[in-house]
């Protein structure tokens, strides 16, 4: 089944503990990205990568690292956690930049406390 | 990026069409105009995209206005699974990151 994969669901951590959220996809999309869903603030994107090696910032890249060593993962890195990235994550991939169909993982609700 | 407009909430019955506006009145000449939905608990789901002329696929029909300004998102038999906020994207041209921004969306409840 073509899907998208986040680690963990769920996750409560303290301040400052660096902690990494995985995304794995099976569809061998060269086009990955990261966003975080706040109340009142929409889906805004974090950080995205076109493809293996090749990363960039989105909208709201402060506080977050991302790698792309392989082209089915895309973690997301949280060095020092800070409360205010208390957050909805969700990964999402596509074919490349091009096509429209994005498809999304099922989320990661993070907790800093 | 251009900016869209949709309800807040719309409801629906079970087994009638649904209509969902979008106004997007800023709309430039190489913006695509995507659906994506979100069930509770779920991360978003592609719908329906297109650029100017009417689109249909298995889950649902695009209607676009002739001067592009808006467009409906028809849902053609409402079931209790289609309860979701529908969100209407513009998208730029690729080489921008194929970047979603999503709004606020329209919450539709289906009533049984």
């Known amino acids: 089944e073509a899907q998208v994969t986040q680690n963990p669901r769920y996750l409560i951590t303290v301040t400052g503990k660096k902690l990494t959220v995985t995304c794995s996809q099976n569809?061998?999309?060269?086009?990955m990205s990261w966003y975080r869903q706040d109340p009142g603030l929409g889906l805004r994107q974090i950080y995205y990568?076109?493809?293996?090696?090749?990363?960039d910032k989105g909208d709201v890249p402060e506080g977050y690292k991302v790698s792309r060593k392989e082209k089915r993962n895309f973690p997301l890195i949280l060095e020092s956690p800070s409360p205010n990235q208390t957050s909805l994550y969700f990964c999402?991939?596509?074919?490349?930049?091009?096509?429209?169909?994005?498809?999304f993982g099922q989320g990661t609700r993070l907790t800093v406390v | 990026d251009a900016k869209t407009t949709q309800p807040n909430s719309m409801e629906s019955n079970e087994e009638e069409p649904v209509h969902l506006p979008c106004n997007h009145s800023?709309?430039?000449?190489?913006?695509?105009i995507h659906w994506y939905r979100q069930l509770p608990s779920q991360g978003p789901e592609y719908v329906i995209h297109?650029?100017?002329s009417n689109v249909n696929n298995r889950m649902a029909s695009l209607a676009i206005a002739e001067d592009r300004k808006s467009s409906t998102l028809i849902l053609h038999r409402a079931t209790l699974r289609d309860a979701a906020v529908y969100y209407c994207?513009?998208?730029?041209?690729?080489?921008?990151?194929?970047?979603?921004?999503f709004g606020a969306g329209t919450i539709l409840r289906v009533k049984s």
């Open positions: 999402a991939s596509s074919l490349d930049s091009s096509v429209p169909e994005a498809f």
């Open positions: 569809m061998n999309h060269e086009y």
């Open positions: 990568s076109m493809n293996v090696e090749v990363t």
């Open positions: 800023t709309i430039s000449g190489t913006d695509y």
């Open positions: 297109g650029l100017t």
């Open positions: 994207i513009l998208r730029d041209s690729p080489e921008y990151g194929n970047k979603l921004v």
